[in-house]
């Protein structure tokens, strides 16, 4: 299945996802593949861009949405984990 993230949350998790270096930054899709698994309820395969207006006229559901939120707690995550070494 495939979770949807909007251009601008894209762009935020983009800069975050570079301040890693390789091993974190697979760390840190697994965080987030996690999150948005126990949100969507299912397994999820890959992420789909979409543009703000794509947003705004199909019916996509919260729940098949990546936010700020997860992306954030994600890189929190990665880096507690990065610091406790």
Known sequence: MAISISKKDYYYFKVLYGSFDQ???Q???EALRNI???KAGTEIS???IIDDTMLDQS???PNKMITRG???IAYKT???ESNKK
């Open 27 to 29: 760390k840190f899709l």
């Open 59 to 61: 019916a996509i559901s």
């Open 36 to 38: 948005g698994n126990k």
């Open 46 to 48: 890959k992420i789909q």
């Open 23 to 25: 091993t974190n930054r």
């Open 70 to 72: 997860m992306i954030r």
């Open 78 to 80: 990665i880096k507690e």
